[in-house]
C-alpha cells in the first residue's frame, strides 16, 4: 500500500476531486492510471446492521450461573436455553449459544471461518463507569443514532466536524495505486461516511440486476432513439472547453465517471453465473452482486475494494425476541451464500466480511422490548480469520458489574481501533499510515507493536 507520504506527494495536482460525489454515477474516486497487482486482491465488505441490534440475543451466555443471570436481567426477552446453539469451546470456563435463526453463522463458527468480537463499541478512552463517574471522557453523543452510526463508520468519536471515513482514508492513501479511474470504495447503500475520504468518495451500485446505475435515458445503444440522441447531446455538453475552473473540472469529473460507468457495466457482463443459490432478500441479493463484482476484479484491475451494505431496521423498543427471529436468518443466509460463492471463486481467504451496528441493547426490558445501549458483539467471517474462538471480554452479567452504566448497557472492553485496526493492517495499510487511518488508534494500540490489535486476523 501507498504511505501517506507518498500519498500527499501525488495529491497536489488533484483540484477539485470529489466535486461530482454523491450520486450514483458520479460517485468515482478521482485516480491516476496505473497498474494493480490482481495476484495481491484483498477485499473488506462491511456489513450495518443500522438501528442497534440486540447482539446480547445474537450470542447469549449458556453455562448455568451466566444464563441464570441472563434471564433475571433479560426477563421477557430471555432466550429459552435449549434453542440456543452451543458452541463447542468455552471461554475462560464460561459457555455460549448462538441464536437459533444463525444456524449456518454457528456451523461457519465451528468450523473456524467465523470469530466473534465481544462487547465493541465507541472509546476515547480505556474507562469503566467508575472511570465515568470521576469525569473521564466519553464519545460524544452516546446512545444517538447519528452519532453512533457515524463514529462507528469514521472511528473519530469526539467531533462531528471531521468528514471522512476509516475506508474512505484508506483510498485516499491508494489513490496514486488505483486503475482506470474507479473507485476501491464500492456501495449498496449509497453515499456514506464510512467509505467518503478527503479526495475520494464510493461508487454506487445496486444489489439487483447488472448493478450498474447508469445516467438515466443515456444510451449507448443507436437503435435506441432518445436514449442515444440524450447521450449525444450530454457528451456535446461535456466537450465543450470552459474557462471557469470549477465548470472545467465538472465536466471533466463527469466524462471520467461516464467512462467508468462504461468499464464497470462492461466488466460485470463479463462476470461468470455463480452456481452457488443465494436468496431474494435485499441482503443476500446484496452479497451477490458484491460476489459478481469480485469476479470481475482482474477486468477492473482491482487488487484492493471496499464493499458496504446496510441492513436496517434492529431499532427494536418492541418486539425483539420475534422481530429477530424473523431478521438474523436475513444475516445468516446471505454470509452463507456469499461465503459459499467465494469459495466458487477460489477467492475465500482474499475476502474478509464483518458487522458494525450502532450500539447494542439494554439487557433490562422496557416491556415490550429492548432500549439503546453502548458495546456491543460482531461477527467476522474469511479465509484468513482465525475463527472458532471469541475475542474481547463478554461482559458478566451480574447486577453489580464494574461495566454496567445501568439497566444493563455496558462499557465497551474493545474499542472500535483495535477492531478495525487488525482489519486495516490485513488490508495491507502501513504501521506508518495506521494512525491517519484511524486518528485514535494510539490510545488502544501501538502501531509500532510487532503484536496484531486483537489477533483474529492471519
Not at 27 to 48: E, I, K, P, T, W
Not at 151 to 180: C, F, H, M, V, Y
Not at 182 to 204: C, D, E, H, R, V
Not at 236 to 248: D, P, T
Amino acid at each position: 500500500m501507498a504511505t501517506r507520504r507518498r500519498f500527499i506527494s501525488h495529491s497536489c495536482g488533484l483540484g477539485v476531486a470529489a466535486a461530482t460525489a454523491g450520486t450514483s454515477v458520479i460517485s468515482l474516486g478521482f485516480a491516476r492510471q496505473a497498474a494493480a497487482n490482481a495476484s495481491d486482491y484483498r477485499a473488506l465488505v462491511c456489513v450495518l446492521l443500522a438501528g442497534g441490534n440486540d447482539s446480547y440475543n445474537m450470542i447469549v451466555p449458556t453455562d448455568t450461573e451466566q444464563y441464570n443471570e441472563y434471564a433475571a436481567l433479560r426477563t421477557d426477552l430471555a432466550l429459552p436455553r435449549e434453542v440456543l446453539l452451543p458452541l463447542t469451546e468455552d471461554v475462560e470456563g464460561r459457555e455460549f449459544g448462538v441464536h437459533p435463526g444463525m444456524p449456518d453463522v454457528y456451523d461457519l463458527y465451528e468450523r473456524g471461518e467465523i470469530a466473534i468480537l465481544n462487547n465493541v463499541g465507541t472509546l476515547l478512552e480505556p474507562v469503566d463507569v467508575e472511570a465515568i463517574r470521576n469525569g473521564a471522557r466519553v464519545p460524544l453523543g452516546l446512545y444517538s443514532h447519528s452519532d453512533q452510526i457515524r463514529q462507528w463508520q469514521t472511528s473519530i468519536s469526539d467531533t462531528r466536524n471531521k468528514p471522512g471515513g476509516w475506508a474512505g482514508r484508506i483510498a485516499d492513501l491508494e489513490l496514486p495505486n488505483l486503475a482506470n479511474g474507479l473507485a476501491m470504495n464500492i456501495s449498496l447503500s449509497g453515499s456514506n461516511p464510512f467509505q467518503s475520504g478527503s479526495y475520494t468518495a464510493p461508487y454506487s451500485i445496486s444489489p439487483f440486476g447488472n448493478g450498474v446505475q447508469g445516467l438515466f435515458n443515456y444510451s449507448r445503444d443507436p437503435n435506441n432513439g432518445y436514449g442515444y440522441w440524450r447521450k449525444s447531446t450530454i457528451d456535446r455538453i461535456l466537450g465543450v472547453e470552459h474557462e471557469n475552473v470549477f465548470r472545467q473540472e465538472y465536466s471533466r469529473q463527469f466524462r471520467g465517471a461516464l467512462a467508468a460507468e462504461e468499464l464497470f457495466l462492461g466488466a460485470l457482463v463479463q462476470a461468470p453465473e455463480l452456481q452457488t443459490t443465494f436468496t431474494d432478500h435485499y441482503f443476500s441479493q446484496a452479497m451477490r452482486q458484491i460476489a459478481r463484482v469480485i469476479s470481475v476484479r482482474d477486468t477492473l484491475e482491482a487488487n484492493r475494494q471496499t464493499f458496504f451494505i446496510t441492513v436496517g431496521g434492529w431499532d427494536h423498543h418492541d418486539g425483539v425476541v420475534e422481530k429477530q427471529a424473523a431478521m438474523l436468518p436475513w444475516i445468516n443466509d446471505g454470509l452463507k451464500s456469499f461465503r459459499d460463492a467465494l469459495k466458487e471463486l477460489g477467492v475465500w481467504s482474499s475476502v474478509t466480511t464483518f458487522t458494525i451496528s450502532d450500539f447494542a441493547r439494554t439487557m433490562t426490558s422496557n416491556g415490550k422490548g429492548s432500549d439503546h445501549g453502548w458495546g456491543g458483539n460482531q461477527l467476522v467471517m474469511g479465509g484468513d480469520v482465525h475463527g472458532g474462538t471469541m475475542y474481547g471480554e463478554y461482559p458478566t452479567l451480574s447486577q453489580n458489574s464494574p461495566l454496567d452504566t445501568g439497566r444493563g448497557v455496558y462499557v465497551p472492553t474493545t474499542a472500535v481501533e483495535q477492531y478495525f485496526s487488525e482489519l486495516a493492517l490485513w488490508f495491507g495499510v502501513a504501521r506508518s499510515d495506521l494512525a491517519y487511518v484511524l486518528p485514535n488508534v494510539e490510545t488502544f494500540y501501538s502501531p509500532s507493536s510487532t503484536e496484531s490489535p486483537m489477533g483474529f486476523m492471519a
